[in-house]
């Protein structure tokens, strides 16, 4: 195994799956272009088998040197993570909530529309950083949304996600009639 | 030249209406960059059909304005947060960051400042003097396989800069070409790896990927640093580099203004390979290469100078030939089309007054970020004094209203927040997001250029190398990726 780690191998096979999952797919569009005798595969099989080479060679990398970095490599990025949240039931649990929450506000942007789920996702967010004052997420969450709706519907008059079930949408309408009669006052 | 650029400047500054979008392009642009989770593109995206209610001149003057600022103001989100407002600002991050983790924001701001001033000032000058002749030259010497070669050299470039090993820097860039083969082929349009899912015919858009990769992903770190108890507030400071200190890096500057300028007006490249490029040639001319990507202030000049540089550079083939050189200039085009214009030859005998005009007020924007830009720095540097857990939830509002606003679609927000989990996941891993990204944009260019090409030279690889340029750049990025492979599998130390 030398230097191998489980999560190495997780890793690769991850990789390995992708190459062969998207090397499969590329039957679907396996055409030929009349102007053009290389077709619509070359390209994405070329960039297959170039990064299973990589990975192979990853792969080779860490069964030799483990996870140590190599010389002559310039800008790596500094950040200082550790394997430690696996180790932390609590941490993990609050990683994976902050990961999954933006992914949930995204997904109920079309039914229920930004206007009314943003301030909902600026306090769960703040509450998920660590901050526990209630007074501090409320005054913030406040201030948040109203930096948003001035600059994006009021001064900017963005076109924004209304949602398409009531009473949300009914919520969104309401913003965006107080909105043009703001205007019509200015 | 000096004349028409007088007269240019006359009419820029003779009508109030035209001074006040101006002051709103510097402004906003600078703004909207150094915003972190917005950028220029957001802004531009969002006031693009504004244009249609103004004059010719001064939609298409706006958006050279937003164009010059922004690509400055993405520098403060890159070197304060290590969130690049844009892809061009994204090597500026390898050093800029850690300089602000060291207290040293002020120097790293500051150096952005005046390069991109004097990248932006010396590439409007030359754009005046030699827009006719450099269009003249590029068509003459300048197709797909020259473009493709540069493609190859600048991910060849990107490859080996920001992953932890040479491997994960060929698979970061690797991955990224990938994810652009989502979406129609460029030659025959046929559909590839849509999975059956018709909002992707039309592939990942490159906005609400850069957001999650860069600005949604350093979230989803910085959380973790808080639950880990590892988060260090960044610490403020206002101390400028002195003009010593920037002398010292001339050449430096003068390198990365001929790289940013040559980048700039390859259609279809633009100023991120720019600032790559600006970047690894620093790192290749220095003698201390251990230094960089630690806080090193000739990282930050080098790729701020260079993304600068190609932004009055980007307008030749745009104004010349009509070919946009990134997402803003080909917004430019729709502004032009919105007026019955075209952009290409004919303009410069049809419309003379517009094109001074959008000359002159590019150079009066480069110029006006070394005065602007210090007055607003010092008041983004505040920034870093707010709590991250306040901070946190804005940008991620803005980020989603920036992949929205491009195509108003729910699904541009989703791609954003998955590219975020990825960009986090991979991070950890040592993968390379500046090289992931920069895969996703000049896959599909490289794609293109190749096919176009190839049947240009009807597949005759011979033909191919008997192009000089093509051929040095092909033979430069073998060199490049040769050299790295050489270094990494030589040396088995530490990380530099």
Known sequence: MGRLTKGHLVEAAIWLSIVAVFYAYSFEFNQVIEIYIFGATAWPRTVLFLLLLATLGNLYHQYKNGSDAQGGIFGAAADDVSASIFQDRKTLIRMGLVLLIPFAFAFLLRPVGIYFS?????????????????????????????????????????????????????????????????RELF | MIDNFLAGTYA???????????????????????????????????LLPFTAGLEPAQGVMLFAVLYCTGTYGGAITAILFNIPGSPENAPTSFDGYPMTQQGKAGKAVGAAVLCS???????????????????????????????????????????????????????????????????????????????????????????????????????????????????????????????????????AVLRSILVGFFCGILPGIGATLAAFMGYGEAVRWSKNKDEFGKGKLEGVISSETANNAATGAAMIPLLALGLPGGALTAMMVAVFQMHDLQPGPLVFMLSPDLIWIVFAAMFWANLSILIIGVIETKTILNLLKIPFQFLAPLILMLATVGAYSGRGLVLDVMVMFIAGILGYVLRRSGFSIPGIVLGLILGKIGEQNFAQGMQMVHYDLGTYFSRPICTILIVAGVLTLGTSAYRAFASHKKPV
């Open chain 2, 117 to 251: 001033a004097i990248g932006g000032v010396s590439s409007a000058l030359v754009m005046m003097a030699a827009t006719e002749p450099l269009a003249n030259w590029a068509i003459r010497n300048i197709g797909p396989p020259e473009i493709f070669a540069l493609v190859f050299f600048g991910l060849a470039v990107a490859s080996s800069v920001g992953a932890r090993t040479i491997w994960k820097g060929w698979m970061s860039v690797l991955i990224g070409l990938l994810i652009a083969t989502i979406g129609q082929d460029p030659v025959g349009g046929i559909n590839r790896y849509n999975f059956g899912y018709i909002d992707l015919a039309a592939g990942i858009a490159f906005v609400p990927a850069i957001l999650g990769f860069f600005a949604v992903s350093e979230i989803f770190v910085q959380a973790e640093k808080k639950a880990t108890g590892k988060y260090n507030a960044p610490k403020v400071s206002m101390s400028f580099p002195s003009f010593l200190e920037l002398w010292r890096h001339k050449l």
């Open chain 1, 118 to 182: 943003a301030p909902f996702f600026i306090a769960a967010i703040m509450l998920l950083f660590g901050e526990r004052r209630w007074k501090a997420i409320l005054i913030m969450t406040v201030v948040i949304y109203i930096i948003f709706i001035g600059l994006f519907l009021v001064i900017l008059n963005a076109q924004l996600p209304q949602g398409n079930v009531s009473p949300f949408y009914d919520f969104s309408a309401w913003m965006l009639k107080m909105n043009t009669q703001l």
């Open chain 2, 12 to 46: 820029l500054f003779g009508d109030p209406v035209t001074i006040g979008i101006f002051l709103f392009g510097v402004i906003g642009g600078m703004l909207f960059g150094a915003i972190p989770g917005v950028s220029m593109l957001t802004l531009a995206a969002i």
